[in-house]
């Protein structure tokens, strides 16, 4: 007597790694001068503020760029970040110019397969950047506020 025992998975059991994510949030950098023109920032750093503790976003650590991507909390409508221009830590100090950019939106789950679950997409609602004089941010705007991909910028930031 034998027995012949066939595992298999059906279609829905497997996330595939193409399979749609959350999108992040796509930031692009301006000139305050000329807001046509696209401007790097020389080491750049990104920390989310979450429950007052600071989280830097790893990828964005020290970096010269004119854009980048950052994820938004899907456990709340809002993200507060700390953008850090010429960023650098000594003995667990961090140092560089500081901005704080605070962003309200709506999110909306959505179901893609029983193996991948489900993801979030978000709706800007409103960005407020603080207004000190002595910020590196001197302005903060949506430009697109359907946060669906990461194809495009959401929101561009004049410095």
């Given at each position: 007597?034998?027995?012949?025992?066939?595992?298999?998975?059906?279609?829905?059991?497997?996330?595939?790694?193409?399979?749609?994510?959350?999108?992040?949030?796509?930031v692009?950098?301006?000139?305050?001068l000329?807001?046509?023109?696209?401007?790097?920032?020389?080491?750049?750093?990104?920390?989310?503020?979450?429950?007052?503790?600071l989280?830097?976003?790893?990828?964005?650590?020290g970096?010269?760029?004119?854009?980048?991507?950052?994820?938004?909390?899907?456990?709340?409508?809002?993200?507060?970040?700390?953008?850090?221009?010429?960023?650098?830590?000594?003995n667990?100090?961090?140092?560089?110019?500081?901005?704080?950019?605070?962003?309200?939106?709506?999110?909306?789950?959505?179901?893609?397969?029983?193996?991948?679950?489900?993801?979030?997409?978000?709706?800007l609602?409103?960005?407020?950047n603080?207004?000190?004089?002595?910020?590196?941010?001197?302005?903060?705007?949506?430009?697109?506020?359907?946060?669906?991909?990461?194809?495009?910028?959401?929101?561009?930031?004049?410095?």
């Amino acid at each position: 007597m034998s027995f012949l025992i066939i595992i298999s998975c059906e279609k829905d059991d497997i996330c595939p790694d193409s399979t749609q994510t959350t999108p992040q949030l796509v930031v692009t950098f301006y000139d305050a001068l000329d807001p046509q023109q696209s401007k790097i920032v020389e080491s750049l750093a990104v920390y989310a503020i979450k429950d007052s503790e600071l989280i830097l976003i790893e990828n964005i650590n020290g970096i010269n760029t004119d854009s980048i991507a950052i994820p938004l909390r899907n456990d709340i409508g809002a993200s507060n970040f700390r953008f850090i221009r010429n960023y650098s830590v000594e003995n667990n100090i961090i140092f560089g110019d500081l901005s704080h950019i605070y962003i309200d939106y709506e999110m909306t789950d959505v179901f893609i397969s029983r193996a991948c679950g489900f993801i979030t997409n978000y709706s800007l609602l409103s960005i407020l950047n603080d207004n000190y004089a002595d910020t590196w941010i001197t302005e903060s705007e949506i430009v697109n506020p359907v946060v669906t991909n990461e194809n495009q910028a959401h929101v561009k930031i004049l410095h």
